[in-house]
């Protein structure tokens, strides 16, 4: 489930705050969103894609929060993984055009 | 463009010729096929179209058969495999328009990727990408899209649909979009389970199209499981296409040979779920060799998310894992669609996608991994058509503005409403019937019979008392709706007394030709239960 909004990285541009198709999130009147809706979380790790600055991440355990901390995730280099696996920056995206699965479809 | 007018009440108050609820791809291709037929279109979704649905999170396989000689041959192959139930005319037709469907997306520019020929590869869909390029295309199609505007109710003028009716849940205000025709493109039901893109797939419209008189079929066909890292949201099984599995104490799990099991996915799920049954079941991906290992990690860059951040290498270490229920997601249950244009037989109402019942297409059996995304992008356009000729037909009447609002339980119950029933409670006791593998994936009668029992007192209390004020009414709604669906669902499984594709009886293995015909239910409080043994007839036609 979603875990941390970095305060030192997010710019306040409230994007996840539109994008989170479960509206976990609230936007505050000058700062950074807030999760407001927790158990709404549906695991999907969109909105870190969607994140412009990598500021959001989401625990990989669908059922309650896991406590990982800020300094923990940033130790593994965790923000932005998923976006880098996929090809999408800041918030843009790309690499579909490099995507392999037709070989693991050959494979199968 | 329609204009936004404000009326007494201060509600948001839009007229459209064509309303499609939902935000996954079959909704989108409704709404661009509706725009580009020349009608004025509104979608409103309960999410963010772009992110919402099943399609994107995920990275789905589409049934892409080109034209050409061989195309009934291979739909021929389909239809052996899906309990006799599909219809190859639909099968035909789906292929045909989906295939149509992707050459349009790559004449719009859609990034495919290339097969060392050069040639585009068009028969995936990556879905986050895939999803954000349909919203671009929805909103230049001239679409006015509201993001997070659940509909709750349909509204009818008596005769036929003429809009519906929800909340705009960051704000908190009402919307009503009048329509001369809706299309219901809201997704399955997944029974809250915590799988990809499932949060609103709560069966919305199902209740919905209930309401205004049409039928739904297919709802016993509910026993499809994934499997997905344990506690995770992962159900993508392509991977453990090249897994072997152990018990707790270390002994592999065997297949049907007395062979140790090398692929969980499709029939092999069962052995998989038996042992779930018994205790914790752990796999490792170590079929898999190094060339498929990096083509497995950059083609599904998801399903390596969660071993990642818990730090495991699955392709040499053991980890646990799940079977995740799917509910109608990647069942085949949902609305019966009544002629070629995804018509529900109530006047104005159409349906595309997992909305719709998807046996026509896939029968008995999962319609996962590449019919369901090629049914999306082929009812969504057959749907979008309907509507929109509907709409022409009915233009120059005027709106009436003495319309009726046909959301009933959740929103209007029929006694008191009751501070005791909570939305979450209600969602519980239905999920501890139709999800629990010895209850759903393995069935029998008489297990059926309790739980049809339980799920009527849970329904009757959701009738008679649950209602939610405000933004409540968005949960009490989904309540209402997942209460719904998993009583047809287990009614319609009790009705089949026989064994096929993911419905599975224990005490009544194999498939009775009695049974060679489809379930449609209709009714929502009393509903009927009726064969629809016209299939047969196309069948054999
Ligand atoms: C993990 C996963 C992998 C899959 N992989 C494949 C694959 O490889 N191949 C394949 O063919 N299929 C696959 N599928 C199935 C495929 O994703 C679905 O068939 C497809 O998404 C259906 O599209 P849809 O638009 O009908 O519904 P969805 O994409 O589910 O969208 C439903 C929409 O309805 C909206 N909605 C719900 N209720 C309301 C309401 N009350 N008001 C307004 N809007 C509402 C939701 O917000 C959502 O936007 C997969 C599914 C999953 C879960
Ligand atoms: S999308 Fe990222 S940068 Fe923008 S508000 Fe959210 S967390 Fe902050
Ligand atoms: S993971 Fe998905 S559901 Fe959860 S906060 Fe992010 S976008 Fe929303």
Redesign the interface.
Known sequence: MIEIVSATRCVECDIC???????VFDATDNGVPVIARHE???????CE??CPTDALYV?????GPTGITEAQADA?Q?FG??AR??G?KRGK?G???????????V?? | MPKPQKSVSDRLHLQADVLVLGGGPSAAWAAVAAAESGAKVVLADKGYLGTSGATAPSNTGTWCVPPGDNRHAVVERRWQRTGELADPRWMLRCVDTAYRNLLRLSEWGYPFPSEDDGRLYIANLRGPDYMRFMRRRVLLAGVTVLDHHPALELLSDGDAIVGAAGVVRQIGQDWRVDANAVVLATGGCAFRERILGATGLTGDGYLMAAEAGASLSGMEFTGKYTLAPYGSSLNKGLPFRWASFHREDGSPILGPTGEPLRNGIGDREEEVARALIVGPVYARLDQAEPALQGWLRQGQPNCFVPYDRAGIDPFSELFRITLRAEGTVRGTGGINIVSDDCATGVPGLYVAGDAASREMMTGAVSGGGAVNSSWALASGWWAGKGASTHAQRRTGKAFRSAVQSLGQAGLHPASSASADISAGEVIEAVRSEVTPLDKNFFRTGEGLEKSGERLESVWRDVRDHLQGEGLDRVRTREAASIAAAGRWSVAAALHRTESRGMHRRTDLPGKSPAFAHRLVITGVDAFRIAGAPERLAELAS
Request: net charge negative.
């Open positions: 705050v539109k994008v989170c198709p479960a509206n709404d979380c549906q695991t999907c790790f969109l894609i969607y625990a990989e355990f669908a059922e593994r965790l993984s998923y696996g996929l999408w995206a690499g579909s055009e490099f995507d392999p699965t037709h070989r693991i479809r494979a199968q």
